[in-house]
Each structure stands twice: as C-alpha cells, then as structure tokens.
C-alpha cells in the first residue's frame, strides 16, 4: 500500500524534438529503475518505427522509485505522452490521469507551437507545471531570454524553472526534487468503490489486451471482477502490474497509483478510453466525466498492388487495429483498383505510420489513394450527408451547397521568414486572425481549410522556414465553399483514387499541375496516352504521353544472358508497383506525387 502523500504522478510536454524523451531516459535512470546495462536509448519509445522516425506515438508509462532529500521514499509515474498534432488527443486523455507536468523547453530554441497547445492542454486538466529548461549545454541556449518568453507567450512563472541537460545529466537530481516538492501528490478515498480511469489499452501478441489504469478511488486486486461502465461488460482480472517499463507483477492498486491489468479481453475496441472502471459487487454511483473519443479526420483508400494480396491486407488492418482504436477502417470497391479498404486516421502523420506498419511489418505493396477530408453535403432535399470520399460524391445537381472543415493553425516562426509562411498560407486559402511577436519569432493564426493542410502543408512549411517554424492546428468547423470534384482520366479512363474535391477557383491551377505531374510518372507505353483533368463532363486540363516502345534489353547486346535475365527480372519487380487502369500502367508513387503542390 502506497500512501497517497508519497505518490507524485505527472508527465511530461514539450514541442517535438526538445529532449522529452532524453529526459524521460535520464529520470529512469537516475532512480536505478533500469540497471544500467539494460538502458537504450528511448526506451520508453518500445514500437521500432517510433524509434527510426524518433517520434513517440503511443503514450507510455514507468513507476520510479524516489528517495528524494528528505529522506522519505516517493514512488513517481511518469506518463510520457506524444508531441505531434496528430497525437493530441493521446496527450489529453493522459493528462486526465495525472496531477501535474514537466513544461520542458529547449534552452537553445524557446516556446514553439507544439510547446503552447500542449501547455494548454495540461492548463485544461488543471495540472501544476513545472518549467524545465533542456540542452543549456548547448552555446546557443539562452535561459534567461527563455525564461522570459514563457512568462510572455505562455504566462507562466518561470522564476525557478529547472536548467539541466538531458544529454549530460546536468541538473537531474534537481528535476526529481521538484517532481516531489512543487507537484500535488494524487488524492483519493481507500474505502469509498473502486473508480478507476482505462487511460490506455494495447494488444501484446503474448498477455491479449493489456489495459492501462489510473485508480482515483478504492483499490483493485488480482482476482476482481470488474465492470466497464460504458460497455457493461464483466471481466475477471487475470493479472495486475507495475510498468517499469517492463511489467512487474503487482499485488493491488490503490489510489493515485497507475498500472495496467489483464483480463482476457479480446480486443483493444472492446476497451473504450476514457471509460470508468468499477467492482462487478459494489460498484461506484457514477462515472468519472467520459473523454471524447478521437474522430478521424483524413480518410484515404488502402489497396494492394497485387490484387491476390487482399486478405492478407485485412488481415493486416484487423490485426494492427486491435491495437489502435482510433484508426476505423471499412471495405472499399473501386473501378480501377479493386477491393480494399477506406481507412481514417486522426491526421497525415497516422496515416503514414500505419501505411508504413503494413508495407513493413506485414510486407504488403500498397496503394494509397489521395487523402480526403470530411465534407458536409447539404443536399437539395434537405438532408444531409458526410463525404468520405470524393468517388462517392453524388450527382451535383441534387446538391445545394458544400461545408469542408476549417482549422485554426497556430505557427510560430522566426520573422525573417514571415513572408514566405503567409504567401504559404495565404495560397492555400488562409484567413489571417492574428499577428503577434514574441522576440524575434512571430506567431501567426490562421483559418484555413483542412483539406489544404492534409495534404502536404506540413512539408511545405518545414521547407520554406527551412524548418524553423511549429506548427499546430485544432479543428473548428464547417464552412460552405465553392467546392467541386475533380476528375483525372488516363486514356479517357477515369481513375477515381485520383478524384479530389477543390475550391472551384483553384481547379485549373490543381488539374494543370496534376496532369502535368502525371505526365512524368506515367512510364511511356507503345501508345499515346491522353492525361486529363474534369470537371462533370468539362476538360479542364490536358497533356499527352507520346508512345514509346519500351525495350530494356535494348543496351545489352552481347550475348551476356545473366545481365539479360537481371534486368528482366528488374522490370518485372517494378511492373509489380504498378496497377494496370484499362491499358496503362500506373506506378504505385504517381497516387501521392501527383496530388503534391509545389509552390
Ligand atoms: N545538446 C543536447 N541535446 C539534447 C539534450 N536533450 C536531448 N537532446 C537531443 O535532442 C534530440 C531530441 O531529443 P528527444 O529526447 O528525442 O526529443 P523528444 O522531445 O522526446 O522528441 P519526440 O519524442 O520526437 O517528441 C535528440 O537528438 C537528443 O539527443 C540536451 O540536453 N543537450
């Protein structure tokens, strides 16, 4: 039984690449949590594409064992939560679980978009925060300039933030002191029924699903019976434990205490996030206050190349589902590519994870289709209906008018590259809000329509800034525009993946671009090959592939049959990234390079 005055729950949050991880290593490591020899980097990071693209994607937890300066022994759980756009919603429901927050801040960079939404976010679950200040090894780190800024832009006391360098260690000792003096400990009543928040859920090939909980009040054993709330259903606990961050067995749960339990459930969707869970005998009164669950916004088609490949493809996408609930998926026919899925995902960086999780882990080719944004059709007789997916979109005559979603991006960017940020936004239909300077760095806020950001707005504003802005952006509504469907058809075939929906003005720019685009992904064929742009019956654009007889033998005269065999064998390895519409091959790359806007 751990006493709720020696309990100190907190996580930690910071823009991407600021040291969170490094300090959460480091915290792990000072407290003798992982021997030594066991320590890696990142080793909460425990999914091999978090650690190759050095992002965290799902929350994770340890327990730490503290001897802090007064002598007294505290037990720390750290929840370590994701710092991309994408994940927000994982960093919302984990700061429902603790009490307070390290604000860390790299020393060198200063406050950056990333670092106020999730500040926000910690602000909104009513946490004590305390501001750590990272890499002040670093030449360019300007603690005091830092400090400043976040008392400025973020209005927060930074008086007695924290300097320490992840990497070296510097200033470690004083960062666990703080967690243990200047955060609240957990409160919570030992006797009063068992309340306990299901804060995440995961599938482990060997233990099923293993649920991650918060206790607020009673105490759960190994053996309970317990009730979800939300879903009714029964469960016996098989096994309860610690994270540290393998687990570790544990007798009960208490109060304030995080850990995670198994219970013979089958899937990860039968755990709702959010959901309260009680004793099956004496159950509490009511639920905790539920959480929203993630609603995906950006849907696009999953197939795969090789049309035999199909049900492993929904093999894949069931299996990688049960361990990811926010990613829906549901069965999906098309003209030119066959059967496979329409997936949605909280935003482009999910849906490169889990495509990249398919290709990889579970060796599929796959085609993604252009990525969709929800739009709200209001139809002439009144009703109204959601499009997933611009193959969908019905006759235009029976519709009155368009909604698309719009977002309220927040971009923090040093000022000399202003400009090149608000043609950015001002080309992708943006709304100025706001302007305001905190230094030399700006902070700009924009409206704009999400089905422009989706796409590659990411990219294109690391590239402008030469990677010096943040970004962040929070969804806010519908808006009525000037929207269209835009066909594209190869050899007067059209190909729905390629369809998009676009604001009516822009739509020859988008078609031109597009064709032209195609036009040097599309390999010449023994014939020639009109590429167009429609919109209903209405050519908006068109280039022409002219014909070419293909002859990769060609080079190799000489009897050299080897050479001759290998660069068959090569051509037919990529003939295999490729998917045939009516006659003409189309490579897998051309579904996501033609949809790219440059400039
Ligand atoms: N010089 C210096 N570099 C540091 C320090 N702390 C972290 N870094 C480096 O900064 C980079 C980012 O650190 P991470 O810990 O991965 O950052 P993060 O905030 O966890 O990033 P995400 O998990 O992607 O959100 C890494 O290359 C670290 O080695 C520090 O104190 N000094």
């Known amino acids: 039984m751990t006493d709720l005055a020696r309990i100190r729950n907190f996580s930690i949050v910071a823009h991407i690449d600021h040291g969170k991880s490094t300090l959460a290593d480091r915290l792990i490591q000072a407290t003798g949590t992982v021997a030594d020899r066991d320590m890696k980097e990142q080793i909460l990071d425990s999914m091999d594409i978090e650690r190759e693209r050095g992002i965290t994607i799902k929350a994770n937890t340890v327990r730490l064992d503290y001897t802090a300066r007064d002598g007294q022994a505290y037990v720390l759980n750290l929840i370590d939560t994701p710092g991309h756009v994408d994940f927000a919603y994982e960093v919302s429901r984990s700061m429902r679980a603790v009490e307070g927050s390290l604000l860390v801040v790299d020393a060198s960079q200063g406050v950056e978009a990333q670092t106020l939404a999730n500040v926000y976010q910690a602000l909104d679950a009513g946490h004590e925060i305390v501001p750590v200040l990272n890499k002040i090894d670093l030449p360019a780190a300007e603690p005091d300039r830092v400090k400043a800024q976040i008392e400025d832009v973020i209005g927060l006391d930074a008086s007695d933030a924290v300097l320490i360098s992840a990497k070296s260690g510097l200033g470690i000792p004083d960062v666990l002191e703080a967690i243990v003096t200047r955060l609240p400990p957990p409160k919570g009543d030992r006797e009063a029924p068992l309340k306990a928040m299901l804060v995440d859920s995961w599938y482990d090939a060997y233990l099923g699903v293993v649920v991650m909980i918060r206790v607020m009040d009673g105490v759960i054993r190994k053996g309970d019976r317990i009730r979800m709330m939300q879903t ?38 039968d755990t709702r996030v959010g959901d309260t869970i009680t004793h099956e005998r004496r159950p509490a009164d009511a639920p905790l206050p ?188 519908y808006r009525e525009d000037r929207l269209v469907k835009m066909q594209i058809l190869v050899n007067g075939e059209p190909v729905d993946a390629l369809s998009m929906m676009v604001h009516r003005d822009r739509a020859e720019t988008r078609g031109r671009a597009m064709v032209e685009k195609l036009k040097e992904l599309i390999p010449r064929h023994m014939f020639q090959i009109p590429i167009q742009a429609a919109i209903g019956g209405k050519v908006i654009a068109r280039e022409t592939l002219s014909a070419l007889r293909k002859d990769v033998t060609a080079k190799c005269y000489g009897g050299d049959a080897t050479r001759k065999r290998k660069l068959l064998e090569k051509q037919k390895a990529g003939k295999k990234r490729m998917r045939q519409f009516g006659k003409v091959d189309i490579p897998q790359e051309a579904f996501i390079s033609a949809l790219k806007m440059d400039g």
């Open 232 to 269: 009714g259903a029964v469960y016996a606990v098989d096994r309860l434990a610690v994270l540290r961050p393998q687990m570790v067995d544990w007798p009960e749960l208490g109060p304030g205490e995080i850990g995670v339990l198994t219970a013979s459930i089958k899937q990860v969707r």
């Open 290 to 477: 539920g959480f929203k669950p993630a609603q995906p916004v950006v849907f696009c088609g999953l197939f795969p190349v090789d049309a035999a490949d199909f049900e492993d493809l929904r093999d894949a996408i069931e299996k990688l589902a049960l361990n990811d609930a926010s990613f829906t998926f549901e069965m999906e026919t098309s003209a030119a590519l066959g059967f496979g899925f329409r997936c949605g995902f909280l935003g482009l960086l999910h849906l490169e994870v889990v495509r990249d999780r398919l290709e990889r882990e579970y060796g599929l080719d796959l085609i993604t289709t252009a990525p969709s944004v929800v739009y709200r059709l209001h139809m002439k007789d009144g009703t109204v209906r959601d499009l997933h997916n611009p193959a969908d979109m019905p006759d235009p005559t029976h519709i009155d008018h368009i909604e698309e979603p719009r977002i309220k991006a927040t971009i923090m960017v040093p000022d000399e590259y202003l400009g090149d940020v608000l043609k950015l936004c001002q080309d992708r239909r943006g709304i100025q809000l706001n302007l305001t300077y905190a230094g030399s760095r700006a902070m700009v806020e924009y409206d704009l329509p999400l089905n422009e950001v989706v796409f590659d707005f990411y990219d294109r504003l690391k590239s402008v800034t030469k990677g010096y802005a943040s970004f962040d952006y929070h969804i806010t509504g």
